[in-house]
């Protein structure tokens, strides 16, 4: 039988409370579990050792009473000057318990790092899976980017679905891209963030092998569906919970 965070046994409630007193309500329930798993699931992704819904509020109950959930390290190292870590530690925990145990099952730490210093200016780079359970979110430079030459189409796609606005000079030769708002943040915790935490759940799901486990191209299409279906669920829930 299911329970909502509605109909949770007073002594859940109650340790909540007392180790959350402002917190959200519903906060620390089953349900970032079962996002988790509707989302793998509509993906293709068949979670076994989680699909018994018992067993996962058994586990929650079970973390509820002991204490805080323990979540993956999280280093930021501090940003050069003109640059910036757009998502923080904060946003990522908050990403992560929204999303339950099983987005972050087997991952090690988040390291929030300088860009390499072999990257140039003109080359996009925003973060990457260090196989096993590490995951590297570069600093990025503060907005608007001036680079020489063009964006790939796929790229710019990308960018342009995430909220950015990209200008290209009129000889081609120079390109603009501007992020208003927060869309900057958004994008590197979803399309880049969850987008390494689906590379990750591919891998620990396939027999935690350091090996890639799937075709480059068939590992790059399943990781943008999930960072595209896990920016869904945060956002509406966001705006509707």
């Known amino acids: 039988m299911s329970r909502s965070k509605h109909t949770r046994p007073p002594q859940i409630i109650a340790a909540e409370r007392i180790r959350h007193p402002s917190g959200k309500r ?89 860009n390499p210093d072999s990257v140039g200016q003109n080359k996009l780079i925003f973060g990457r899976l260090s196989v096993p359970g590490k995951i590297l979110l570069y600093e990025q430079p503060h907005p608007p980017w001036l680079l020489g030459g063009l964006v790939r189409g796929d790229q710019r796609q990308l960018l342009e679905s995430a909220g950015a606005t990209v200008e290209i000079s009129s000889d081609g030769a120079r390109c603009k891209i501007d992020w208003p708002e927060d869309t900057l943040s958004n994008f590197m915790l979803f399309e880049v963030f969850m987008h390494e935490i689906g590379h990750h759940i591919i891998q620990q799901f396939k027999g935690k092998r350091q090996a890639q486990v799937l075709r480059r191209k068939d590992h790059e299409v399943l990781a943008l569906a999930f960072a595209r279906r896990c920016r869904q669920s945060f956002l509406y829930e966001d705006r509707h919970g």
């Open 26 to 114: 519903g906060k620390g329930d089953p349900s970032g579990e079962q996002r988790m798993l509707s989302v793998l699931k509509e993906l293709g992704i068949e979670i076994s050792e989680y699909a018994e819904r018992e067993s996962i509020q058994q586990a929650t109950i079970s973390a509820t009473i002991a204490g805080a959930i323990s979540l993956p390290k999280i280093s930021v190292q501090r940003p050069r000057k003109g640059f910036s870590h757009p998502t923080g530690r904060a946003l990522l925990k908050r990403a992560l318990l929204h999303f339950g145990e099983l987005s972050w099952y087997g991952v090690r730490e988040i390291s929030l790092i300088h």
